[in-house]
């Protein structure tokens, strides 16, 4: 066994612990608490502190205590919640989302084959309600919850096949997991959001609703009018996502607030207060958060929260308000709301990928789409300058489905490919895959006889911008004869077509531009979401022998092949290699093609609050805000 | 019966022909009852008809979000809510403990139907009761006022004022004024309460803060429908005017206004108090997307919200509560009308 560190930087740790050690004799107790200090309710500060406390360095400098942050929350939106107070994971990303830094963990170790990890726990780190938090309640969550095929919730990548791994533990701060399959990801995915999941379920609280150590936990759910025991702890204890999980104040919880008044389906407001056993100091030893509240004022839609936004009610915040088309109209106002706006780099690369169905069920039309010169000849056909300046007021770069320059993985070719707007030829290539006949109207005709027409499925409701550029789209490729017609239908039946493989051309956004690795569904086949391959998804991910699978080329193979090689291998640095050559695979087949690469977004800062960085990524994986260590923010008057 | 037909009818109280008006009663009762299982059942299939259902959205919304969710999870849900049963199954389960009183559990919200409609209800009957009121106490004296006074200025001016309200959406009239009101008194209309007076409801500050929030989803919702009020209420009393009546009592020298008030507005009021029924449930969902966009904590933005994410309880709960709200309104209007005018208690019987 080697003891890896991996990303998580030796020299750093060290130098936070040393800190951490000297600072926490010296520093006062929090204003706020300080009366249940004296009244003898609360231990004082260093009692509530674990011995090693996670140093957090502040952004720009030591905070003062106290405040609220005010913010805008959509009704039912769990995400921005997650993202906000509920990213306190084992381990967490730093603030460039290049380091995995130890969180609610003080570092792991694995063996060669990456099938065995030992972690260690933060000694002292405490629950709100004051218990200390330990292996017992990660062997719960791992057996009783995420690996029982009854819990509802959505179990993490980590736990994809429950049979394949189990948790030893070994005392009370140290637990091994064992892999059947080796995973050279594992401490990745519990990095990134999804891995919280482990760390969020208290097992002295939550267990009252689980029927292995509550024998009437079905009655009890029977006698809040719910099915049974999953219902009752789902309304009680549940997961990670969803809006749910911010529902219930008694809830013990490790993250920097903790909810006092929920954010429910009727509530106009939702008020989350200081947990006083956050794990977490500043350089000078001062426990965190600086911030007594957060604020939430909820809304049904988008327009009131941007207005609040421009009118300076609104502290600190990019979901739901940051609307690239709002940006000029931030500016203008910001002296009136005393407000600036802070960039954020998207994870995503495109704003819009168009995959052509390689495995459509019409034989002719996948007999062409197969041919990897149409589909260059269709991005040759594709003027991208005028569909940024016709949808995105000019604001973009002609971008393949390809890594984002930001990313290490960027490759120019791969990103540049085919951008050249040239119908003559397209024209000339789609003259020499035997589409040179022509209808009445001037569009193709196929091999057999009919017109060459491709239906889009696509919905209105997420991203509209998305139908503006196929509408573009359809008037460009009707100057090459190829006829698009766009269909604006309901997004369940999008998914539904796409998952029975009943699409001839679906369109989504450019996942993947930065987490290259976790999501490279465009790179290769790697998700029900790469639509350009359904069927060799099933072949490949699922079962072979089903009804939905089709044995997919040998470049898919390979690709998945290496990616399996990838997950066995334990180093960061033998992983990127072996996704450069699945990217360069894909550069080569060009599966699917982009349109524009996704412009820096923005969120929106109060002058008056401090810490936060001039720019930072955005996206799920790394939870934005989440990484920056929202308890290091801090108000002044 | 027969004998009674023959007296002068009486206008003073129900009393006198209070068998036919149980008749009557009884009659409407249980249309009303036929009808409330016939809008349930409906309204359930209706549900029924967009694809997916709650667990196949729970799952793409996740997705959407970015949560990796693993393909097991929608059919655990389904199994667990039940939703694989057959539609008339499920109907028969949700029909049959809704009349009990039970209106189950939200799936998205995690509580009690019941809970999310009562916290929601009083609020939405303020909301539209007052800007029923708004429009009743404006519309109708302009319509009285451009019907006496036609093609006056006045005249002109109130039909101009109320063809822009019906032609104008009522989200963008609700835009526009929160627009205007942020860029020129630095104010951010929305929402029905501010958060100091969240403990306390009924103090005077509260309340004036509750009016003060009040104003522009009643003005903005009491637009549109204020305009065709004051179309139907000038067109009937211009009927009612050229009849031979009012120049009988005009002869007789009855004072104008009197006169005017006294009949004619009378019956040209018989559309209107028949349409009360209709009125609540064509407001809510009216001035659900003015709720939406002033954010209001209404049932409106409830049932979209719920619609969008297939929760069938809390969508056919709150479908279902307007309907009886529907049904009730309706059978008092039929019984205002009873007594307002004679010849409906005769054709009734």
């Known amino acids: 066994m080697i003891p890896i560190i991996g990303r998580l930087r030796p020299a750093v740790l060290a130098g936070l612990c040393g800190v951490a050690l000297t600072a926490v004799q010296v520093s006062a107790e929090v204003p706020s608490l300080q009366s249940l200090v004296d009244a003898g309710t609360l231990p004082p500060m260093a009692e509530r502190l674990p011995v090693d406390p996670f140093v957090v360095t502040p952004i720009d400098s030591i905070g003062v205590y106290g405040g609220d942050l005010n913010l805008a929350l959509k009704r039912g939106d769990g995400t921005h919640l997650l993202r906000l107070v509920g990213y306190e994971g084992l381990f967490s990303w730093d603030l460039a989302w290049q380091e995995m830094l130890p969180n609610l963990a003080s570092g792991y170790e694995v063996n060669d084959d990456a099938t065995e990890y030992t972690i260690h726990l933060r000694e002292g780190v405490r629950w709100s309600d004051g218990s200390p938090f330990t292996t017992a309640d990660i062997a719960f969550a791992y057996d009783d919850l995420l690996k029982n095929p009854e819990w509802l919730g959505a179990r993490p990548d980590y736990i994809a096949n429950p049979e394949d791994t189990e948790i030893e533990v070994i005392d009370d701060f140290t637990f091994k997991v064992h892999l059947a399959v080796p995973n050279g990801l594992y401490i990745f995915q519990l990095t990134n959001v999804d891995g919280t999941q482990i760390a969020i379920f208290n097992k002295a609280y939550c267990s009252q609703f689980h029927p292995d150590y509550n024998p009437r936990a079905n009655d009890d759910a029977v006698a809040a009018g719910l099915a049974d025991w999953r219902a009752l702890i789902e309304q009680n204890c549940p997961e990670m996502g969803g809006a749910n999980r911010w529902m219930n104040p008694d809830r013990p919880t490790l993250e920097a607030w903790v909810v006092q008044s929920p954010p429910d389906a009727t509530a106009e407001f939702s008020i989350f207060t200081r947990n006083p056993y956050y794990f977490k100091v500043d350089t000078e030893g001062n426990q965190l958060p600086y911030l007594d509240r957060l604020n939430f004022s909820l809304s049904n839609e988008r327009e009131d929260m941007i207005l609040r936004a421009m009118n300076g009610e609104v502290d600190f915040q990019d979901r739901h308000i940051n609307a690239l088309t709002q940006k000029s109209v931030y500016l203008e106002n910001a002296a009136i709301g005393g407000y600036h706006l802070v960039d954020q780099i998207p994870s995503a690369m495109n704003t819009m990928v168009l995959m052509f169905n390689q495995e459509v069920a019409d034989p002719v039309l996948r ?196 990616y399996d090689q990838l997950f066995q291998t334990p180093t960061p640095e033998g992983q990127d290699e072996l996704m450069r050559q699945i990217l360069a695979i894909g550069r080569d087949n060009f599966y699917v093609m982009g349109i524009s690469l996704a412009p820096r977004g923005y969120a929106v800062v109060r002058d008056n609050v401090h810490n936060i960085p001039d720019e930072m990524p955005a996206a799920y994986t790394y939870p934005t805000p989440g990484p920056m260590q929202m308890g290091q923010i801090y108000k002044s008057e | ?173 609700a835009l526009l004024l929160m627009w205007l009101f942020y860029t020129q008194f630095g104010v951010v209309l929305g929402g029905l309460h501010s958060q100091e007076f969240a403990d306390d409801r009924l103090s005077w500050p509260a309340l004036r803060d509750l009016a003060n929030h009040l104003w522009p989803p009643v003005l903005v919702a009491g637009a549109a429908g204020m305009a065709a009020l004051i179309r139907v209420m000038r067109a009937n009393l211009l009927d009612e005017l050229r009849k031979p009546y009012v120049t009988t009592a005009r002869a007789k020298g009855m004072r104008e206004w009197r006169l005017i008030l006294r009949y004619p507005v009378r019956i040209a009021m018989n559309p209107i108090v028949s349409s009360i029924g209709w009125v609540l449930p064509s407001l809510i969902s009216s001035a659900t997307i003015v709720a939406i966009v002033m954010n209001m904590p209404t049932l409106g933005p409830l049932l979209l919200n719920s619609l969008m994410v297939q929760d069938m309880f809390l969508a056919g709960g709150v479908l279902m509560v307007m309907a009886m709200l529907t049904l009730v309104g309706t059978l008092l209007s039929d019984i205002l009308l009873y007594w307002l005018d004679p010849r409906i208690r005769i054709s009734g019987r």
């Not at chain 1, 239906?455 to 503006?468: I, K, L, Q, Y």
């Not at chain 1, 359809?474 to 493989?501: F, M, P, S, Y």
């Not at chain 2, 028969?92 to 209800?121: C, E, H, K």
């Open chain 1, 367 to 562: 007999e062409i789409f197969t041919q990897r010169d149409f589909r260059v000849a269709m991005s040759f056909a594709t003027d991208r300058q005028e569909i940024i300046d016709a949808v995105y007021v000019g604001v973009g770069q002609p971008y393949q489905a390809a890594p984002r320059p930001e990313s290490r993985f960027y490759d120019e070719e791969y990103a540049t490919q085919y951008l050249e707007y040239d119908p003559d030829r397209a024209n000339q290539m789609l003259d020499a895959l035997g589409l040179a006949e022509r209808d009445g109207d001037g569009f193709r005709l196929r091999p057999d006889g009919s017109r060459l027409r491709i239906n889009v499925e696509t919905f209105d409701t997420a991203r509209p911008d998305w139908v503006d550029q196929l509408e573009v789209i359809k008037q460009q490729w009707t100057r090459v004869g190829i006829e698009l017609d766009v269909r604006v239908i309901d997004r369940n039946l999008v998914d539904e077509h796409r998952e029975a493989n009943l699409h001839e051309m679906q369109i989504w956004g450019g996942d993947g531009g930065l987490d290259v690795i976790a999501d490279p569904r465009y790179y290769m086949v790697s998700s029900s979401e790469s639509a350009f391959g359904v069927p060799w998804y099933n072949w490949l991910w699922n079962d072979p022998t089903a009804a939905g699978s089709i044995e997919p080329p040998a470049s898919v193979q390979e690709q998945k092949a290496l």
């Open chain 2, 1 to 173: 019966m027969g004998g009674r037909a023959n007296r002068p009818p009486d206008h003073s109280c129900f009393s006198f022909e209070s068998n036919s008006m149980l008749y009557f009663l009884i009659r409407r009762i249980l249309a009303m009852l036929l009808t409330f299982w016939a809008v349930s059942f409906v309204a359930f299939l209706i549900m029924e008809l967009p694809p997916g259902d709650f667990a196949s959205t729970r799952v793409s919304e996740m997705s959407a979000a970015g949560v990796r969710v693993d393909p097991e999870m929608a059919a655990r849900l389904r199994e667990l809510f039940r939703l694989d049963e057959p539609v008339l199954v499920r109907y028969w389960s949700w029909f049959t403990r809704l009349v009990q009183g039970d209106f189950g559990y939200s799936l998205a919200f995690n509580m009690p139907v019941r809970d999310l409609i009562a916290a929601q209800l009083p609020n939405t009957l303020l909301v539209d009761g007052v800007t029923l009121l708004f429009m009743w106490v404006v519309a109708i004296p302009i319509g009285i006022y451009s019907a006496v006074r036609q093609y006056s200025l006045g005249d002109y001016a109130a039909t101009i004022l109320g063809f822009v309200g019906v032609a104008v959406p009522n989200f963008l009239l």
